[in-house]
């Protein structure tokens, strides 16, 4: 914010500082600075299912266990020198009894302390942003890493979520070297109080330490657009050059805040570049991989691993380690009281309740990124009621953090804002609808010389094809198969006009610095209608608190396509059994099909999409059968609508043809949020109400009782009655069953609501490989289990 001051206020805790009673006159405010989240940076995505070229584990939130992986035996010490690395927390110290900066600090004393040759480098990401440092701004963190011993601290992304100015403070307030190498000024000058690079002695070994950032920061981050960054690989080979050159370095390596892939890219192009180490990436190695002669080490997030990287002076590995922390670490004493006093300091003003949830909220990151979430859908619904004249609302997946999920139960302020903790205010304005459409992930509409896509396409994209982002008002259709692509998109029902102009609430991040929002950077500050002061994170807490309980139903807002697939003979209504049979063609490249998934649904948000209740093959056709009461609710909005059927297939690898960036052929689905892809049937509606009579008919109820189930929440008090279980636990579920009689084990059937099978079942079956689903095999209709 353009007030500092405005920045440290504590009102919106308790509930004092509301939204503007009327909205702000167009030119009432001046430009100023925008804060970041982790949408483009990614950090918020779970990568424990990333597939690479080189031996990767999953990502370090994904576990903490104890073990250490190294090449062998070490060479002469006095020939070496070692790198411990690398912190890379977003300003979290850990819980109390947990992997945390307690037990980090014992374990990094343990490899420096008293050695002439170890050096302890951090790689960025140390400021912002977590629960902690929504209220320090990434103070608390400097005063640990002051006692740390660090020998250089690298820059990244988030070390300027809260701006540039609280980013000097901190280098300011620091009492070890910061360095960035591809970072300056507006005039071209080294950041205040950082270094270019930093030369240190290690028993004789002179080593050179640089630091670079991943391209498109000023995307992805709070830093200006008038100050400078340089492209990473060319600045890495010319602080390499300068280093040996003018330095007389022995040894050169990157502290790196870029992305995996760029490591190699660096790699390949810089000459002497002894190691790497760190990422933007979140990876962790199984082993220390080499790459055109350049150690690369990458060992994941904040607490779980420390990496430990030994050199002789010509720059070649001796040793490598990662050590994964436990419990049985022994915290460092002073670090632990520390940690305590500053947790019960914060638990003051973020323990009590805000609200609760009838359905478990999910804020893992394979989620987020790939589909849509009730965690998603809360968030987006606080933006809409925050200002009731929007018509659709935004948030980037990657500012929604912790990957943990929470609920069904009691909510409290420190999980919100745990989940939602950057620095972006709530924001509302005016936009065309073809710059929608572009913010949904369509090329093509914006004339910027940099445009992006919040759709990640195949066969470029490392984690799969997912859209990375959550909406509210909106339904939309995309697809990832060679470019991103949007199909069909309604707003209140009615589809998507571009040249009609419609309200959206979102952050300042969004509107104004996130990648693949280019059509919303262009929107005059005219057209900016409000802007609330207040951060997205504790809008939500007020909105909690507001309902009492929340019940982000899954809609079918967000519509994965992989395979468009035609209605051979539409709608067959058998009005004894009360049932309607669709005929679909089966899709080109599938080799199975998933019956469990298939749902029903309209353009009209409110509603739940509608399971059917049989799913067979014959030939080249799926015959998809629901109950004829529960298609009658789907057809209560204005006007005529269009039915459209969504069913999970197994897609065939070889026939799509996607490839590695080595080369080899890619085993779909590839993404964590999806364990197939989704296919597309359209019947459309010439008669009104899908060409149904208004009558309900007279059918007896099934064994699962789903046709008599028109969708009335019926139980949904139950979720949200004092005398459940408050603490959330549901360790009895069966998972696996997603077809399971009893409604109780599973959260949108104890609602009463129906789920499309395309996305939360995913999630219910234990999205990643844990689920289990009927399985139909095409052309051999009795194989059938998985």
């Known amino acids: 914010m353009s007030d500092p001051d405005r920045r440290r206020d504590r009102q919106y805790l308790s509930g004092e500082k509301k939204r503007p009673e009327a909205y702000r006159s167009a030119n009432a405010n001046e430009s100023h600075e925008r804060h970041t989240n982790g949408c483009g940076c990614g950090c918020g995505r779970d990568r424990s299912l990333r597939p690479t070229r080189r031996q990767v584990l999953g990502a370090a939130a994904a576990g903490i266990t104890a073990s250490t992986f190294s090449l062998g035996a070490a060479a002469d010490q006095d020939d070496t020198y070692t790198i411990v690395h690398d912190l890379h927390s977003h300003s979290d110290v850990g819980d109390v009894g947990e992997a945390n900066i307690a037990r980090y600090q014992t374990l990094i004393q343990e490899h420096i302390a008293d050695r002439d040759d170890a050096l302890f480098v951090t790689t960025g990401d140390e400021l912002g942003s977590s629960l902690i440092s929504f209220f320090t701004e990434g103070q608390h963190k400097v005063d640990f890493m002051n006692d740390m011993g660090i020998t250089a601290a690298g820059v990244g992304n988030h070390d300027f979520d809260y ?33 270019p690079y930093h030369v240190v002695d290690a028993d ?100 779980a691993h420390l990496g430990v990287m030994t050199l002789d002076s010509d720059g070649n590995l001796v ?8 419990e049985e670490i022994d915290p460092d004493p002073e670090f632990k009281q520390r940690l305590e006093e500053l947790h019960e300091e914060i638990d003051e003003q973020v323990s009590q309740p805000a609200g609760r949830t009838a359905y478990e909220l999910d804020a893992w990151g394979g989620t987020n990124y790939s589909r849509e979430s009730h965690m998603g859908n809360l968030i987006t619904d606080a933006m809409l009621d925050y200002y009731e004249e929007a018509d659709v609302a935004f948030q980037n997946a990657g500012g929604i953090r912790t990957n943990d999920t929470y609920g069904p139960g009691e909510l409290t302020v420190e999980d919100i804002l745990s989940i939602n903790p950057f620095d972006n205010e709530i924001v509302l ?25 919040r759709i990640d396409a195949l066969p470029d994209a490392t984690f799969g094809a997912q859209q990375g982002q959550q909406v509210a008002g909106i339904q939309y259709e995309w697809s990832g198969h060679e470019e991103p692509a949007v199909h069909e998109v309604y707003v209140d029902g009615e589809p998507l006009q571009d040249d009609e102009t419609y309200t959206v609430a979102t952050t300042d991040y969004i509107k104004d610095i996130a990648s693949g929002y280019e059509a919303f950077h262009e929107i005059p500050e005219e057209d900016v209608i409000a802007e609330s002061g207040t951060r997205y994170g504790p809008a939500v807490v007020e909105y909690l608190t507001e309902q009492g309980v929340v019940e982000p139903a899954i809609e079918g807002r967000i519509l994965r396509v992989d395979e468009v697939v035609g209605a051979e003979s539409g709608l067959e209504v058998d009005g004894e059994a009360g049932t309607v049979t669709m005929r679909f063609e089966t899709p080109e490249h599938a080799l199975g099909i998933y019956p469990d998934t298939f749902t029903a649904i309209t353009e009209h948000l409110g509603g739940s999409p509608v399971r059917a209740r049989d799913v067979a093959v014959d030939d080249d056709e799926i015959l998809v059968t629901f109950d004829r009461n529960q298609l009658l609710t789907l057809s209560t909005g204005p006007g005529d609508v269009s039915l459209r059927v969504f069913g999970g297939f197994d897609p065939d690898s070889e026939a799509y043809g996607y490839e590695d960036e080595d080369g080899d052929l890619r085993e779909l689905p590839v993404s964590a949020g999806y364990e197939y892809f989704v296919m597309k049937g359209t019947v459309e509606d010439s008669e009104g109400r899908l060409g149904l009579d208004d009558e309900p008919a007279d059918v007896d109820q099934d064994d699962n009782g789903d046709a008599d189930d028109d969708g009335d929440d019926d139980d949904a008090d139950d979720a949200t009655d004092e005398e459940d279980d408050t603490d959330g636990e549901n360790e009895d579920d069966d998972a696996d069953d997603v077809n399971a009689d009893d409604p109780a084990d599973d959260p949108e059937e104890a609602a009463g609501l129906e789920v499309p099978g395309f996305g939360p079942l995913a999630a219910l079956a234990g999205v990643g490989g844990a689920g289990t689903y009927a399985y139909l095999r095409l052309g051999d209709e009795e194989d059938d289990v998985e």
């Open 319 to 326: 040793d490598w380690q990662r050590i994964d922390l436990d």
């Open 163 to 195: 701006g540039i100015d609280a980013t000097f403070e901190k280098f300011e307030n620091s009492e070890f070297p910061w360095i960035t190498s591809n970072l300056k000024t507006p005039d071209g000058e080294q950041l205040p109080d950082t270094e």
């Open 204 to 303: 004789g070994i002179r080593v050179g330490i640089f630091n670079v950032v991943l391209r498109g920061f000023h995307n992805i981050t709070n830093y200006p657009d008038d100050y400078v960054q340089e492209d990473p690989v060319e600045r890495a080979a010319e602080m390499t050059e300068y280093l040996y050159e003018e330095e007389d370095c022995d040894s050169v390596v990157l502290s790196s805040h870029v992305n995996h892939e760029t490591h190699y890219e660096i790699a390949a192009a810089v000459d002497g570049l002894d190691a790497i180490f760190g990422s933007h990436s979140h990876i962790t190695f199984d082993d220390a991989d080499s790459h055109e002669n350049t150690v690369i080490s990458e060992i994941g997030y904040a607490y």
């Open 429 to 453: 304005f005016e936009a065309e609808g073809w710059r929608i459409r572009s913010a949904l992930g369509e090329l093509g509409l914006v004339d910027v010389e940099e445009e992006s896509s």
